[in-house]
């Protein structure tokens, strides 16, 4: 279904997409941050308190997975993350509610 949706948007709107794209970005790369800092931290506690038992792979693992999710949706790799998918839904599940109220009429 090819749902297209044309939208002129004020200057004020642009402002306003701009500034939550960079917020997103912004976010994006605290999560990163945190994920090393925290991983780093976890890789040594590990390797000084039981190197014979290796653990930090399962968190380094499983939040590395987050990040990478959280990354691809924040710079729309994934078409289906994206805003262009979001934006064609609503208009679908939009269409659809208008031709369900119109069948009750």
């Known amino acids: ?5 044309e939208m002129n ?19 994006f790369y605290a ?6 800092g925290v991983n780093v931290i976890l890789i ?20 590395g997975l987050g990040v990478l999710f959280h990354g691809l949706k924040v710079f729309e790799v994934l078409p289906v993350l994206g805003k ?4 064609r839904k609503i208009k679908e599940f939009m ?3 208008k031709e369900n109220k119109n069948k009750w009429k």
């Open 1 to 5: 279904m090819g749902v297209i949706m």
């Open 9 to 27: 948007f004020s200057e004020e709107d642009r402002y306003y997409l701009a500034k939550k794209k960079v917020e997103s970005i912004k976010g």
């Open 31 to 36: 999560n990163l941050t945190s994920f090393i």
């Open 44 to 63: 040594f506690i590990n390797l000084y308190t039981t190197p014979d038992h290796l653990w930090f792979y399962w968190p380094l693992l499983w939040w």
């Open 84 to 87: 262009d998918w979001e934006k």
């Open 95 to 97: 269409e659809k509610e």
